[in-house]
């Protein structure tokens, strides 16, 4: 009995030994996470200075490359450091200065010279000036405009701002949001600008009055009145910017969002670099653009909601188009019939 009890211990013997084996082994690779000296010495062989120079020096092996396919990029990436501070040191002050330098300019000339009232009373003749169709285009494009600015502007400074008032799980969902809007509304945004610019490039050809325009400030300089078309000389200026450096902001963009189409990294941080100081000129750009077309100018604004300005405001800001379309003007009591009827024609469409 005791010799049948020593055999059918035996064979425990081996099972012990190999649950030992195990429990070491899990042990070490707990102990090497929890470790990470110990980590790297288990998973890296010595490293000496002459390996590091070598890998510093830009040479290649199977043990430089990064983990991306088909990569023959090093493991120290010296122009990763270059991007690094030209986005720190320059991007990022460039846009504060463009963007607040612009806020500040704007609120002293409000202050200082205040908004420009139309010179006589309004007529309450009414010309065209926006159809439909361009209202539509341009109230899309600029709202997206104003998302991807919000967006980019908290992509790049948010975490000075944002982070340190709410802490790290606001910030992080803030900044989680941001970046999903911006990677799909931008390629969005850049056909609808395409759009639009191709819909009102007739008007934004440059004239020899233009060069007046210019000189003149606008009208500010002196007190002679300024000729202008059917866009002035800063519209034209404003259209030629977004027709250069928004297909410039454009294209940059699309560089980065969809990088599955052969760009290297080296091309995506000079895409990134481009990307950022466009559109960052382009906001502070936008900021007066705003400010003229609302509290800056008085009717302005309407043309762009209702399509339709006044008579006077079209003597005073674009006289050369006035002559050539004032016979079409029509008063405010036509535009209400007119209104009405189309609404009459229309509900019984619905109706039925």
């Not at 493991?75 to 991007?91: C, D, H, K, M």
Request: proline share 3%; charged share 20%.
């Amino acid at each position: 009995m005791r010799h049948f009890i020593d055999r059918q211990s035996l064979w425990r013997l081996p099972l012990l030994a190999l649950l030992l084996v195990v429990g070491l082994a899990v042990s070490s690779s707990v102990l090497a996470q929890a470790d990470p000296e110990r980590e790297a010495a288990t998973a890296v062989p010595a490293l000496d200075a002459d390996t590091w120079r070598q890998v510093r020096s830009g040479e290649t092996g199977p043990y430089f490359r990064d983990s991306r396919a088909d990569s023959d990029y090093n493991l120290i990436n010296a122009s990763g450091e270059t991007w690094r501070q030209l986005r720190n040191r320059w991007v990022s002050p460039f846009g504060l200065i463009a963007v607040g330098g612009m806020i500040v300019a704007i609120a002293l000339f409000y202050v200082i010279i205040g908004r420009k009232d139309l010179s006589a009373p309004r007529t309450g003749r009414k010309l065209l000036r926006w159809p439909l169709v361009v209202r539509s285009l341009h109230w899309t494009v600029a709202t997206l405009f104003i998302v991807l600015a919000l967006t980019g502007l908290n992509l790049l400074y948010g975490k000075f701002v944002f982070r340190s008032l709410f802490g790290d799980a606001f910030w992080a969902s803030l900044i989680s949001a941001s970046k999903l809007a911006h990677n799909y509304l931008g390629p969005l945004f850049g056909i609808l600008l395409i759009v639009l610019l191709a819909r009102v490039l007739k008007h934004n050809w440059p004239k020899k009055h233009d060069i007046v325009w210019f000189m003149k400030g606008g009208g500010l300089v002196g007190k002679a009145h300024v000729d202008a078309g059917f866009a002035n000389g800063g519209e034209k200026a404003w259209f030629w910017v977004l027709a250069t450096v928004g297909i410039v902001v454009i294209v940059s963009g699309l560089v980065m969002d969809f990088p599955n189409y052969g760009q290297g990294r080296d091309t995506m941080q000079w895409a990134n670099i481009l990307h950022a100081v466009g559109a960052l000129g382009l906001t502070a750009l936008a900021l007066g653009h705003i400010y003229i077309g609302t509290i800056g100018s008085e009717g302005s604004l309407e043309g762009m909601t209702t399509g339709y300005v006044d008579e006077t405001w079209a003597k005073d800001h674009h006289n050369l188009w006035y002559e050539a379309v004032k016979d079409e003007a029509v008063t405010e009591e036509q535009l209400a019939r007119e209104k009405e009827s189309d609404s009459g024609d229309a509900a019984p469409t619905r109706s039925s």
